[in-house]
């Protein structure tokens, strides 16, 4: 790392050793790590041992970035923890946007997703032949607004795979726009701190989501994951088919 720069990491789901190398390299060199202490795992900040570490929760985005700068402008190695990958819901554009006007560089090294960690811990494959080829990722209007034209129920009527962040407290209201498109039987899972040892998992279904999301108590830090796809059924892959001829494999 050089002077006058700042590191969007993402920190991954949460099982350290669901880290990049990258990133735990950056954390083991950081002189300040800022992280989002309501999101991102303390298990991580065990990588910087030597690091100042300043827990962003309650702070605004004015004082993260006066942090930032301050510490950049000294020479200190700052790294900013995001959870996940920053570039879902990482809320990194106001950031950078402010570190340009400072004059600071800045770089984004991507994380693993909550996503992916939950389609993993599922066991699932979230784009299955002649079921599903498409992912949409979204979430639910809360006191983010989300535009008309990305309503969950509009997005519901492709049928395919959808991902649902940061709705799990919407469970109600995810349910009755789920239903407009997906059938009332439709496999739903919803992952809740996927990847840490408090993960929880509950398979349901979208006419049930919202009662057994009530039921197991998940409010929070959950991904809803919705689509014929979590039923592993479905066609195979042509890729590796005997039959079936590539530019490395000729049938």
């Keep these: 790392m050089t002077a006058a720069k700042v590191y969007f990491l993402g920190a991954g789901p949460g099982d350290p050793e669901l880290m990049t190398i990258r990133g735990m390299r950056l954390l083991e060199q950081a002189d300040t790590v800022i992280y989002a202490g309501s999101l991102v795992s303390p298990d991580l900040l065990e990588f910087a041992p030597n690091a100042e570490l300043v827990d962003s929760a309650p702070l605004c985005l004015d004082d993260i970035v006066n942090i930032m700068v301050a510490r950049a402008r000294e020479g200190r190695r700052v790294v900013r923890l995001h959870s996940g990958d920053p570039s879902l819901y990482g809320a990194i554009k106001e950031q950078i946007a402010r570190l340009k006007r400072e004059g600071i560089g800045f770089e984004v090294v991507p994380g693993v997703s909550s996503l992916s960690a939950a389609a993993a811990t599922l066991a699932s494959e979230l784009t299955v032949p002649g079921i599903s080829q498409t992912v949409i990722i979204t979430r639910a209007t809360g006191r983010t607004p989300v ?88 066609g195979e892959s042509l890729l590796y088919r005997e039959g079936f001829s590539h530019g490395y494999r000729q049938s």
């Design 147 to 234: 535009p008309e034209r990305e309503d969950i129920s509009l997005l519901a009527a492709h049928g395919a795979t959808m991902a649902v962040f940061l709705s799990a407290g919407l469970a109600p209201e995810v349910q009755r726009q789920l239903l407009k498109g997906y059938g009332s039987d439709t496999p739903v899972a919803v992952v809740q701190n996927a990847s840490r040892r408090q993960q929880k998992i509950l398979r349901t279904t979208v006419a049930k989501l919202a009662g057994d999301v009530e039921a197991a108590g998940i409010d929070r830090t959950a991904i809803i994951l919705v689509g014929e796809a979590l039923a592993q059924q479905g």
